[in-house]
T-cell receptor
Framework: DQQVKQNSPSLSVQEGRISILNCDYTNSMFDYFLWYKKYPAEGPTFLISISSIKDKNEDGRFTVFLNKSAKHLSLHIVPSQPGDSAVYFCAAKVVRVGNEKLTFGTGTRLTIIP | DVKVTQSSRYLVKRTGEKVFLECVQDMDHENMFWYRQDPGLGLRLIYFSYDVKMKEKGDIPEGYSVSREKKERFSLILESASTNQTSMYLC??????????FGQGTRLTVV
């Protein structure tokens, strides 16, 4: 039962353009969402997060949008740069004491074309 | 900077061996996690721990056990390694309600 889904295994975008990565979830109890970036042979690194009380969070070139009614979030990268080529995972959790379990999606491989 | 260190980058073990994967974090985080990453399956949680000597099963605990005797150290144990446990293993730590920080990963091959 995949509670967090990334339906696009891969995405190619021209350098300088916008990259949009999508994520859907099925568990309506999730109230905190995160995006991680992973290079080959390295561990994932945290990028940006959003709480369910917001619908947008921005950090530099990265913006995450949350649509709770559609159970959908997206990560926008503008402008895309070659160093953005990596696998991106979205993750979700239910925020409550003693529960730090993150549920991850299957990942989207982003390739930025110079 | 948070540092999560996994003892090995690459390991090759034989079927039936007992395997220990070690993870140390230096930021006094309460929570520690073990995930495995497989192509097309993303990151799946094996076990996590929210305090010393405390552990909780994740989504795929079968064939694994864990040990947390000290706050900074979380060990994953494969009691009897099998070929279907060939994977990338990732350790992470976090504060309560904070984002998780990951180690560099251990690529385990069971032959």
């Amino acid at each position: 039962d995949q509670q967090v889904k990334q339906n696009s295994p891969s995405l190619s975008v021209q350098e300088g353009r916008i990259s949009i990565l999508n994520c859907d979830y099925t568990n309506s109890m999730f109230d905190y969402f995160l995006w991680y970036k992973k290079y080959p042979a390295e561990g994932p690194t945290f990028l940006i997060s959003i709480s369910s009380i917001k619908d947008k969070n921005e950090d530099g070139r990265f913006t995450v949008f949350l649509n709770k009614s559609a159970k959908h979030l997206s990560l926008h990268i503008v402008p895309s740069q070659p160093g953005d080529s990596a696998v991106y995972f979205c993750a979700a959790k239910v925020v409550r004491v003693g529960n730090e379990k993150l549920t991850f999606g299957t990942g989207t491989r982003l390739t930025i074309i110079p | 900077d948070v540092k999560v260190t996994q003892s090995s980058r690459y390991l090759v073990k034989r079927t039936g061996e007992k395997v220990f994967l070690e993870c140390v974090q230096d930021m006094d985080h309460e929570n520690m996690f073990w995930y495995r990453q497989d192509p097309g399956l993303g990151l799946r949680l094996i076990y996590f721990s929210y305090d010393v000597k405390m552990k909780e099963k994740g989504d795929i605990p079968e064939g694994y056990s864990v040990s947390r005797e000290k706050k900074e150290r979380f060990s994953l144990i494969l009691e009897s390694a099998s070929t279907n446990q060939t994977s990338m293993y990732l350790c992470a730590s976090s504060l309560e309600f904070g984002e998780a920080f990951f180690g560099q990963g251990t690529r385990l091959t069971v032959v």
